[in-house]
């Protein structure tokens, strides 16, 4: 029987696809692995059977307990799971997973358990008979961390890439290139245009509101690593849903989720000048001198604290257990301490300068024996005083905190005490004439206190009759006070030489008790006691007193 060239060619071609179909059935049925019998087949069931030359969700699907679960669900579960694992760049140590069917966790009550991953804790498997599936807890939180893992809508972009592909192109398939292709294009264009608003918008926002300082100085500065936290965070949640080989995928998303808290601690810490500015202009308003003073240590402090934790969450991005290293510092910081004991004490000293504000810059102060003069500068460490030799005097912050200090710039009043001695021929007369002169002068000078003075006569000094000069100036500085000293000194003067009343100054006489042909200088008292009262009654009588 003859058979025609087109019956050939048909007899032909189902051959050829009837050989390959058999042929790729054959292979199909290699490239497939199904065991649950340990932790470590039902992983390589999971995993080998979800890669893009041998994609087999069915087959991965097994990994989940069938009497939960639905074979849709099951597929669905395990392909999510394996999405969860490639978009955290995980790699999974397929020898390192235990191969003995009755493992079990001795950190889990030796329960037939196993963790996973570090990176994801909750992800275990469990024994279920003689098999070895995902935990029932695994399959409750997959959709959870799918979620986590491609947020702002990314999953849906998993569905329309495709799962398998032939042609690679250094290590990649040419879609996952176009897709970094338009990543990369994609992060130099955000990055230019969030650049541009913030220093376009941002700065002409700030120089409205009066803010002009930190418009030029601060806004510049922050808006490239704020365009560049940006494009990170975004990359970090795009680059996911490439799906890219595990090993390129596990650095790549380790490198941008470390440069994500790495720009933070950028911005952060440039921030940090803006709230300077802020606490310097606030500051200002303010009388206090300390708060100037005070405003460059809180930002320098700032900074520190600033770096110190962008570093710890830089080390924990790089999956780096920062446990240890924490634990190392506060024993070095305990050994710190100890040998270093008065810098702390200085320290501490210094922030209690701060809340208790004891003087301020510029206040002239006292304390002990040694210290006189006026605050110039308070430090972390210690505090320096301008003598009024005009050197200068540091001392330690924890010295002066426990010391007894006597702030004069704290006074509202200034006294001013003298004796004005005057002769003892004075006249009671002048005498009551001079001191009421003294008084009006006090209560009539602009910078005196008028309601706390005292002037009276009040001692017998050993040659002169002492007036007590007694008042209080109300003047801001010293030298204010010493104008205002002069000023009055200067009309007493004139007081005393408008009434004759003449200064006394220490004087010595000598008398003579018998000298030839002179009298003696010793009183002859003759009066009897009856006279004596009469004269007494007489001087009452002509003082008005009873």
């Known amino acids: 029987m003859k058979i025609s060239i087109q019956y050939q060619f048909v007899i032909i071609l189902l051959l050829f696809l009837g050989t390959n ?47 939960n679960h639905s074979k849709e669900e099951r597929a669905d579960l395990a392909i999510k799971l394996k999405q969860v694992l490639d978009g955290e760049g995980i790699i999974i140590d397929l020898e390192a997973i235990p191969n003995n069917p009755d493992y079990a966790d001795s950190a889990a009550n030796n329960q037939n358990l196993y963790k996973l991953t570090n990176s994801l804790p909750r992800i275990k498997l469990a024994k279920v008979g003689e098999k070895w599936y995902y935990s029932e807890n695994t399959a409750d939180i997959v959709n959870e961390l799918h979620r986590d893992t491609y947020p702002f809508g990314t999953a849906q972009l998993l569905n329309i890439l495709p799962k398998t592909s032939n042609k690679k192109y250094l290590g990649l398939y040419l879609w996952q290139i176009i897709g970094l292709a338009i990543l990369i294009l994609a992060a130099v264009i955000i990055h230019n245009l969030f650049t541009f608003l913030l220093r376009k918008v941002i700065t002409a926002t700030l120089l409205k509101a009066g803010y002009k300082d930190i418009a030029k100085g601060f806004v510049k500065p922050i808006a490239s690593p704020a365009a560049w936290f940006l494009v990170v965070f975004l990359m970090s949640v795009f680059v996911r849903v490439l799906q890219l080989p595990i090993d390129f995928a596990h650095y790549t998303i380790l490198i941008l989720k470390a440069l994500v808290p790495f720009f933070a601690t950028i911005i952060v810490y440039r921030l940090v000048d803006v709230l300077g500015l802020y606490m310097h202009r606030m500051a200002e308003k303010t009388q206090s001198t300390l708060d100037d003073q005070l405003v460059p240590l809180v930002s320098k402090t700032l900074k520190i604290f600033v770096v110190l934790i962008g570093v710890i969450f830089i080390l924990s991005s790089l999956e780096i257990n920062v446990i240890p290293i924490l634990t190392g510092l506060s024993i070095g910081g305990l050994a710190f301490a100890l040998a270093a004991q008065d810098t702390l004490k200085n320290f501490f000293g210094s ?12 206040d002239w102060i006292t304390a002990g024996s ?25 001392v330690p912050n924890g010295k002066l905190a426990d010391m007894t200090v006597d702030n004069h710039g704290l006074r509202v009043y200034r006294r001013f005490y003298t004796k ?66 002069h000023e009055l000194m200067i009309r007493i003067i004139e007081l005393s030489e408008e009434l004759g009343v003449r200064f006394a100054f220490p004087t010595q006489t000598l008398h003579m008790e018998t000298f030839p042909e002179k009298e003696s200088l010793t009183p002859e008292y003759t009066e009897t006691p009856e006279q004596l009262k009469e004269k007494l009654a007489a001087f009452y009588s002509k003082k008005g007193l009873n």
């Open 21 to 67: 179909m058999i042929s790729a059935q054959e292979d199909e049925k290699d490239d497939k692995f199904l065991n649950l019998s340990t932790p470590q087949n039902t992983v390589k069931t999971h995993l080998k059977n979800l890669q893009p030359e041998s994609y087999y969700p069915k087959v991965a699907a097994a990994v989940f307990n069938p009497d």
């Open 351 to 362: 922030i209690m300068i701060f809340l208790d504000r004891p003087f301020q810059i510029g």
């Open 370 to 394: 040694d210290i006189d003069g006026t605050i110039e500068e308070v430090g972390f460490r210690s505090t320096r005083i301008r003598t009024f030799r005009n050197s200068v005097t540091s």
């Open 420 to 485: 004005l001695a005057i002769t003892y021929d004075t006249p009671p007369d002048v005498i009551e004439a001079f001191v009421d002169g003294l008084r009006k002068l006090t209560t009539d000078h602009p910078d005196t206190r008028k309601d706390n003075y005292h002037i009276y006569l009040n001692e017998f000094g050993g040659s002169a009759l002492e007036i007590m000069y007694y008042v209080f100036f109300r003047v801001p500085d010293w030298g204010g006070e010493l104008k205002a000293r």
